[in-house]
């Protein structure tokens, strides 16, 4: 493609018929057909040519596969888009020097030349969560206790992707410490929501959603403890899966055996976030949750049959929620039906799932930044002090009945999934809400008493660590993004991952993109 110009109907049927020719999977079988149909579902959002950042990362691999484009005009077209678009969301917060991303692109290119690409991402621009390790590039937490760290080896993740071929182009915005789903912190301050300027964009993993969503990555990596791959998801109209626990392992956690927080893949499509995990997960021997299966299996093809299935939708966990957001979902039910799904109205007994997260969660979080209270107490933010506070009236044989209670919930949620193959509810109890809050203090006129309580709907999930993969399902009548959360059986990322392919290709939702203006 060098030295020439496309228009958007061009380079939709270049990619198109790349993503066929070149990786040859009927996995892509109908990506001929939206891409020459459903051209306008590729939106321009600056009035420039910006139509190759919103190909996705399957069909970006078969133009470079098929030599139709290079990695440096791939990295030059996202390289302008962040250029054009990062200023007004606040996303991506460190970016790598432009001469150094244009040569490993470059590089990407020599080894396409002589037949040998690393990989599955081989030229891919990805950004990685600012709170993930980056070698040589600036890894913050977004915390004034590391707003100058660089680390000097990259985490698991990043070099599991950097072997498949990816050019890690920068780091994406976070909460303070990771702590909440709103993302902001006094190091690079809010990132924004390109549906509406004023909202929240969720988080932690806010500033990867954000890219996404405005074409300024295709891939971006992320982690998840009480919904920070699902709750930005849901916020900014893209796919995020919360991967079960040692799916993609952590060897560095400082708590081997924990299962709360997980790594994980965030993208456009069902089709790039299975790709993502293919690369993301597998064993290692350094984590002892590992789970020992080959992540090749992502990388297959998604269809699948899903006549006579079993889903149960939530009936309301006994939560609040803002009905705009809960009748959104239950209009899906026709969806899956469509599928041929049998869909019932059930859910499991989830008593003490609250308790157990919150009680845990303190528990971790003293283990992980206990030690700072006393000697940088002036460097934590309020969230990170009630944690350690809270944790340290914790005793022993509390947290022992603690654990025995988690162990009954999740007996009780895995026997409720031998009756339902999948549970499917709202991803978030509320809309994207004004970006200068810094949680919803109601909902539906409950109030909530911390920071965490309105992320309830993600967290109940968490605790159980079953997978779950947060889609695009609806808009609200002020344009917000509404996100439906799919649920699989213990280990089952795989089957979660088929369905969400087809309720992705039933519905069209995510190829909704928004309009930034000047």
């Avoid at 590729?42 to 290079?70: F, H, Q, W």
Wanted: with cysteine; charged share 20%.
């Amino acid at each position: 493609m060098s030295g020439k110009k496309f228009g958007r109907r061009q380079i939709l049927k270049i990619g198109s018929a790349a993503a066929l020719s070149a990786i040859g999977s009927p996995a892509f079988a109908s990506v001929k057909k939206e891409t020459e149909e459903e051209v306008a579902g590729v939106p321009d959002l600056s009035g420039a040519d910006n139509e190759i950042c919103y190909l996705t990362a399957l069909e970006m691999l078969a133009l470079l596969r098929a030599k139709k484009i290079s990695a440096r005009e791939l990295m030059q077209a996202h390289l302008q888009q962040i250029e054009k678009i990062n200023s007004k969301v606040n996303a991506i917060i460190t970016l790598v020097p432009e001469n150094e991303l244009l040569a490993q692109a470059l590089a990407a290119d020599e080894a396409f030349a002589k037949g040998k690409p690393t990989g599955a991402l081989h030229g891919l621009p990805v950004a990685a969560k600012d709170l993930t390790e980056t070698k040589g590039i600036r890894t913050t937490y977004g915390s004034p206790l590391w707003k100058d760290n660089i680390p000097t080896a990259d985490s698991l993740l990043v070099s599991r992707q950097k072997k498949a071929g990816a050019i890690i182009i920068g780091k994406s915005n976070v909460p303070e410490l990771g702590m909440g789903s709103q993302t902001f912190n006094p190091i690079f301050g809010k990132t924004l929501n390109p549906y509406d300027l004023t909202k929240t964009c969720g988080g932690s993993t806010g500033g990867g959603a954000v890219s996404l969503a405005c074409g300024m990555v295709p891939l971006a990596d992320g982690s998840d403890m009480g919904g920070s791959l699902r709750n930005p998801g849901s916020f900014c109209n893209v796919v995020g899966l919360r991967p079960s626990p040692g799916r993609v392992p952590a060897p560095a956690a400082k708590l081997a055996w924990g299962t709360l927080g997980v790594l994980g893949p965030m993208a456009r499509t069902v089709a790039d976030c299975a790709l993502l995990l293919s690369v993301q997960a597998g064993p290692d021997s350094r984590s002892p949750i590992s789970i020992m299966e080959d992540p090749a299996q992502f990388a297959k093809p998604l269809q699948r049959n899903f006549k006579g299935v079993r889903v149960a939708f939530v009936k309301d966990f006994g939560l609040p929620w803002e009905k705009e957001v809960k009748d959104a979902v239950d209009a899906q039910r026709k969806v899956f039906e469509s599928l041929g799904c049998i869909v019932e109205v059930a859910e499991p007994d989830m008593t003490d799932a609250n308790e157990c997260f919150v009680n845990f969660r303190h528990w971790q979080y003293e283990a992980q930044y206990g030690e700072f209270l006393a000697t940088d107490s002036d460097k934590l933010n309020e969230y990170t002090k009630w944690h350690i506070t809270e944790a340290r009236k914790l005793t022993g044989p509390y947290l022992s009945r603690l654990e025995i209670k988690r162990s009954n919930l999740f007996r009780r949620m895995q026997q409720f999934m031998e009756k339902y193959e999948f549970l499917v509810l709202p991803t978030s109890q509320v809309l994207p809400f004004d970006v200068n809050t810094p949680y919803p203090k109601n909902i539906e006129s409950v109030q909530m008493e911390t920071y965490l309580d309105w992320m309830k709907s993600s967290y109940y999930i968490s605790i159980v660590g079953n997978p779950a993969l947060s889609m695009p399902c609806a808009f609200s009548k002020n344009g917000l993004p509404i996100g439906l959360q799919i649920v699989g059986r213990f280990n089952k990322d795989w089957s979660v991952l088929q369905m969400g392919a087809a309720f992705e290709a039933a519905t069209g939702v995510g190829k909704r993109r928004p309009v930034i203006h000047s």
